[in-house]
C-alpha cells in the first residue's frame, strides 16, 4: 500500500464531506478512493470515520490521526517545494575541485561576478594538486589535460591553455631577448627537476603546435640545469616576476602580468605544449540550479573554445602563419 497516497485521499475525502467528491478532485474512481481508505483503516487496523448514506464523520480516532496527516502532508509539501526551487533557483554551495593555479589565477579573480549575479550560491573550492580526472565526491571538477577525457561524467571543454615562455622585461632588456630555443642555453632558465626533463623539452612553432600535428616545426632541446628547479607553477611564476631567468607557464597563469607589461612573451612565435582546461561533473539525472549555474558562468568566462583566449586578452597568441605578437599591444 502507497500510505503517502492514501493519506492524501483520506484527508480529502474529510476535506470534500463525501467520497465521490473527494474522487472528482482526486481525478479518480470513486471506487478508487472507497479502496485506498479502506486499505488506509486495515493497515491501521482502526476505523477512521463513520459512513452514512448522507454524510461522513470521523471517529475519534480518526480525528486525531488526521491532525497528525495534516501535518505530516504539509512537510511532505514543503519538502517538495524546496526540492524544486534548488532545482529551479540557484541557491546553496557548489563544491568544486581543480588544480591551485586555476583557483589562485582565474576563479578567484571571476567569484566577485558570480556571487552579484547569484548571491544565494556559495562556493567551496578544494585546490590542494594537480587533477587528473573528474571527482564524483565533487559538483564540479576542473581538469587540465593534454588528453581528451575519458569516462563516465559529463565534461565541457572550458579554454586551451598554451605554456609559453616568459620573462621579465629588466631580465631580457640586461640578457637580451633569444630569437630561438637553441638561445635558451645562454639563458638562465627556470625549469622542473632534471629527472622531468631526461628526454628534453620540445618547442612547437607553426600548425596547431604539439605533437599531434605533422605541420609543426619542432625543436627539441636538452636544458642545461636551471637556476631555480621546481614543480611548482607559483614558484616559478614568482621567481620570473622578481627577474630570475626565463620560466615556461600556463598562459593562464601569466595573463594577467603580460598584460600589465611584468613579464614579457619570449620567443613568441613558440610554444612548449598545450593543454585542454574541462569543467566536468558526475553523470546525475537532475542537476541543481546552483551548479547549471555555475557550469554556464565558466563555459561564458571562458570561451568554451578550443583557442587560447588569455594569450589572445594579452595580445600575444601563438601565430599560426601570422606575425609573432610584439612587446607593446598594437594600437589601433
Known sequence: MDSLRAMRVFARVIDEGSFAAAARALDLAPAVVTRLVAELEEHLGARLMNRTTRRISLTEVGDGYLERVRRILADVDEAEALAQAS??????????????????????????????????????????????????AFDLTIVAVRKPLDGNFIARRLARTEVVTVAAPEYLDKRGRPAHPRELQDHDVLIPPISELQRGVSFYRGGAGDESDSGAEVFHAIPRRGVLSTLNIDTNYAAALAGLGIAGLPSFVVEDALMEHALERVLPEWHLFSNTLWVGMPTRQHVPARTRAMLDFLVQVFGGEDRDPWLAAAGCETPHGISPCEKEPQKV
Open 87 to 136: 532545482v529551479a533557483e540557484p541557491r546553496g554551495p557548489v563544491r568544486m575541485l581543480m588544480p591551485p593555479a586555476v583557483a589562485v589565477h582565474q576563479l578567484a579573480k571571476h567569484l566577485p561576478r558570480f556571487h552579484a549575479r547569484y548571491p544565494l550560491v556559495s562556493v567551496e573550492i578544494v585546490a590542494n594538486g594537480a587533477v587528473e580526472t573528474v571527482d564524483e
